[in-house]
């Protein structure tokens, strides 16, 4: 199934108590045409050490989605993660992409990731808002989040914790046209 979509625009959005605090991890996308479908994380003692994103490009031609990629990022990249959220295994569907995430820590790791997507339907058109939240106390207010509207989709992630608080959030967002 392919979209209608093309990236264009790519701006960042920022979150937290610290929003504009230099980030412990965070994976870009803006030189080609990649949207992020899934997140995971860890905290190693008391700041962020693990930055896992799922992400897929997209076809600037087709507007299809293309093979699930992963990328790690922070001090201890291939620690096992604490938290981690597949917008594709959250709604079952291989056209899902990311509106959204936020976290919340205690000095001893990560406790809550929640995870905003949005599908791309039969027509090729973005639908819905779906929530979904993971970690030992799932249902928790994040400390930092960024959620975009449509047109917009997250295409790069960025955190920081201080100390085992997540005080800042970095969503860059692209346009999809």
Do not use: C
Not at 107 to 123: R, Y
Request: no cysteine; charged share 15%; aromatic share 6%.
């Amino acid at each position: 199934m392919g979209s209608k979509f093309r990236r264009v625009k790519d701006h960042p959005s920022f979150g937290g108590a610290e929003a504009n605090h230099l980030l412990e991890a965070y994976i870009d996308f803006r030189a080609d045409h990649r949207v992020v479908v899934g997140i995971g994380m860890r905290l190693n003692p008391g700041k962020l050490s693990t930055l896992r994103v799922g992400a897929r490009p997209l076809d600037p031609a087709t507007g299809h989605l293309g093979a699930l990629q992963f990328f790690t990022a922070g001090p201890q990249p291939d620690a096992h993660l604490e938290v981690e959220i597949g917008a594709q295994e959250a709604q079952g569907s291989q056209n899902v992409v990311v509106a959204g995430f936020g976290a919340r820590a205690n000095p001893g790791g990560i406790t809550t990731l929640q995870l905003w997507t949005k599908s791309i339907n039969k027509d090729g058109n973005l639908e819905g808002l779906q929530a979904y939240a993971s970690g030992t106390e799932p249902f928790h207010a994040p400390e930092a989040q960024v959620i975009v509207s449509d047109p917009l989709v997250i295409v790069s992630i960025g955190l920081r914790a201080s100390p085992g608080n997540i005080t800042t959030v970095k969503g860059l967002f692209g346009y999809l046209i």
